[in-house]
């Protein structure tokens, strides 16, 4: 049954764009893709949780090189600067959480094709090598999003601690990509709470926390633009977070859009998961739906 819907959507999908939908739908506005995990191809399966939202490196070049013959890649950093919208159809590629397989399988793609990216940090597994608490091998995804919607607590053995921490970016491989001139860096929550789930107070200090360390350890690279973990904005929070300094944020709402004043604290992304990145015939309608 999945294959027969699949089918439907790349053919309406197809249609739309051979007759110039994809154009007129996308000129002057930028579609944003979110990635999470990019892993080598043909790796043995793992006990990793989340794995739709594992991406194979053949998959990913192949989704930007079909992207970049038909859209503008942007640097957020750059259009979070215009005053007026993209003159063409854009698109703009960023990754959540901060998982060393961006910097060891991603990156080098990105440097190759000359894309800029940005990556959202959950800075507590960055500076304290602290991993997810619901990072737990063999849990189904339904546990995983129960298990995040629980106060942060470590579990596990400190073997399995230490070897969860490890899948996460250090702040050496951090810096490698902003040097490069083509990644940037922007808070994603300190510990990755659920913050629709929190006072107000212990949300915005878990961002404040995030965003000063990005600021503390590089300046240079970090971007004032945030985006919520899991998706799960607040629409009571934009204040405080202007006034650290922040400009907007991004969610988990399919879209695209033309300049940021449209949707400040809630701008779209689009979610590439694991069976969308294998599936060209997907990749149309993944765009038409970025409405």
């Known amino acids: 049954m999945r294959t027969v819907r699949t089918g439907v959507k790349a053919v ?47 998959d990913f070049r192949r989704l930007l090189a079909w992207m970049q013959a038909r859209y503008e890649p942007v640097a957020l ?71 995040k ?46 913050l629709d789930g929190v006072s107000r107070e212990l949300a915005l200090a878990d961002i404040q926390t995030c965003w000063a360390l990005l600021q503390q350890r590089i300046p240079e690279w970090s971007l004032p633009l945030m985006a919520w973990p899991n998706g799960t904005g607040r629409e009571d929070m934009g204040p405080g977070l202007e006034a650290m300094g922040l400009r907007a944020a991004v969610g988990t709402g399919r879209g695209a859009i033309a300049h940021v004043s449209e949707s400040r604290w809630t701008l779209p992304r689009n979610n590439v998961d694991r069976q969308v990145a294998a599936t060209p015939g997907l990749w149309p309608w993944l765009l038409m739906r970025a409405r």
Request: aromatic share 10%; glycine share 8%.
């Open 77 to 147: 950093a750059d259009w979070l600067e215009q005053a007026t919208p993209p003159k063409c159809a854009s698109f703009a590629v960023t990754f959540d959480d901060g998982w060393a397989d961006n910097f060891e399988q991603a990156f080098p793609v990105l440097r190759e094709m000359d894309i800029p990216a940005t990556v959202f940090l959950s800075t507590n597994a960055v500076e304290n090598r602290v991993p997810f608490w619901w990072q737990t091998a063999g849990l189904p995804d339904e546990q995983i999003e129960a298990r």
């Open 12 to 58: 309406l999908a197809r249609a739309y764009a051979a007759t110039g939908g994809l154009h007129r739908q996308h000129a002057g506005r930028l579609v944003m893709l979110t990635f999470h995990r990019i892993r080598p191809d043909q790796e043995a399966a793992a006990g990793r949780p989340m794995r739709n939202l594992e991406v194979a490196l053949s």
């Open 149 to 194: 919607a629980t106060p942060p607590e470590i579990v596990g053995s400190r073997d399995a601690v230490a070897a969860a921490a490890r899948e996460f970016l250090t702040w050496g491989q951090i810096r490698d990509m902003g040097a490069s001139g083509l990644v940037r860096f922007g808070p994603h929550g300190h510990r990755h709470m659920l």
